[in-house]
């Protein structure tokens, strides 16, 4: 069946769910996880001053992605050590998330990817785009959509 899972989250609720969903279907079928977290690239905005203070500014932010990225990971980590399934973690940077998934899965060898999606629908969908909706229109691996 499946022999490596890749689970993207962002710390939220929606992707925890899909994370549980991993890690139980990781020990019912044998299969390693890996986690991904993926962080904003740069923080794209212009600041007036000098470009020392800027440079703090993203430094500051970048800290603070990369913080979130840890803690995201953390709660894949111990979801996976509570389950008894072998575990890696794996952070990325990227504009496009869906981009970092799909190339995540492939490097890594997975052949399953578990990912939740909030089930947007028109308008709001169509604008607000969805990482889930990109991943599953680009890859060829397998999808499995928690809601």
């Known amino acids: ?6 689970v993207p989250t962002d710390g939220s609720q929606l992707s925890m769910k899909a994370v549980r969903t991993a890690a139980a279907l990781a020990k019912s079928v044998g299969a390693r996880l890996t986690g991904l977290s ?6 794209g905005f212009y600041t007036e001053g000098t470009a020392e203070g800027h440079t703090i500014v993203e430094k500051h932010l970048r800290e603070a992605h990369e913080k979130e990225a840890k803690k ?7 979801e996976a050590t509570t389950m008894g399934v072998p575990y890696d973690g794996l952070i ?9 998934v799909i190339h995540a899965a492939t490097s890594k060898k997975c052949d399953l ?3 939740g999606s909030h089930g947007r629908k028109g308008l709001e ?3 607000l785009g969805s990482v889930t909706v990109k991943v599953l229109t680009h890859t060829k691996i397998p999808v499995l959509v928690c809601r």
Request: a negative charge; zero cysteines; hydrophobic letters at 60%.
């Open 1 to 6: 069946m499946y022999k490596h899972i890749l």
């Open 38 to 43: 993926v962080m904003p690239a740069s923080a």
């Open 72 to 78: 995201a990971l953390a709660a894949v980590e111990i």
């Open 92 to 100: 990325a940077e990227s504009e496009d998330a869906w981009k970092e």
């Open 113 to 115: 990817i578990v990912m």
């Open 125 to 127: 969908g169509l604008i």
